[in-house]
């Protein structure tokens, strides 16, 4: 029963639909380019949590030399993410329980707001490898939370991050994305659907645009151990 494992949160299809739609808005087009500045050197991608692979296949569009693989917990997001990009390849698998790749497999893995196991990661990393982590900031949509009872952002994200990768990675860059968007209505919901929050409550609608901040960091680490 996947369920009962703690970071085990698959998302549902309602959840798959908004996220699609969101991102194609170009929500998050501003970590794209940094994810793609990140790893312009990398050939083989993973991305963990990959939801519908749409940071991976953005990535694979920058970088035209490399190929990549999704993972996701939610057989609804890597039924997305399997058609997302011909260069990806996409497989249900939980994080927590073991990624479905050889040692030293990939060199470069990509974790987009989701969980986080820095043993695995650092199993399938081949030595020099790097991990990329995207983690939203306390003030991200912030205006949206208020607007309609999201749930909130834990403050020291960043920090907590350094510290549950340390052991295994060092922090080599971070990068800040901050920028103002205008929603509309619909879109204000899709950002409020393919998060958290819609596996907790029903939410106010919107009944006009909203200007959101969207605020999320970037940590790149080099491997440094295998534990
Ligand atoms: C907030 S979404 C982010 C998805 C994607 N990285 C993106 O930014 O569009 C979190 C994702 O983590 C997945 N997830 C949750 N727990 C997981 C686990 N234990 N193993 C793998 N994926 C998991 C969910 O199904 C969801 O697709």
Do not use: Y
């Not at 698998?93 to 040692?103: F, K």
Request: aromatic letters at 2%.
């Amino acid at each position: 029963m996947i369920g009962a494992r703690p970071g085990v949160n698959a998302d549902t299809v309602a959840m798959v639909d908004a996220r699609t739609r969101s991102l194609e808005s170009g929500l998050l087009a501003g970590v794209d380019e940094i994810l793609a500045r990140r790893l312009a050197r990398s050939r083989r991608i993973l991305e963990a949590g990959a939801g519908t692979g749409h940071h991976l296949a953005r990535l694979l569009d920058a970088v035209p030399a490399a190929t990549g693989l999704a993972t996701d917990v939610s057989v609804a997001a890597v039924r997305r993410a399997a058609r997302a990009h011909p260069r990806m390849a996409a497989v249900v698998a939980d994080t927590w329980a073991g990624l479905p790749l050889r040692d030293g497999a990939v060199d470069a893995v990509l974790c987009v707001f989701a969980p986080r196991n820095r043993d695995e990661f650092a199993r399938v990393l081949t030595p020099g490898g790097h991990l990329v982590v995207a983690s939203p900031l306390p003030d991200h949509l912030a205006e949206l939370r208020e607007a309609t009872g999201m749930i909130g952002i834990q403050a020291d994200k960043h920090q907590e991050i350094v510290r549950a990768m340390s052991g295994a990675f060092s922090p080599v860059a971070h990068d800040v994305v901050r920028e103002q968007r205008t929603l509309s209505p619909d879109l204000a919901a899709d950002a409020v659907l393919m998060g958290p929050s819609a596996h907790h409550s029903t939410h106010p609608q919107l009944v006009e645009p909203i200007e959101v901040t969207v605020a999320v960091e970037v940590t790149t680490f080099a491997l440094t151990a295998r534990s």
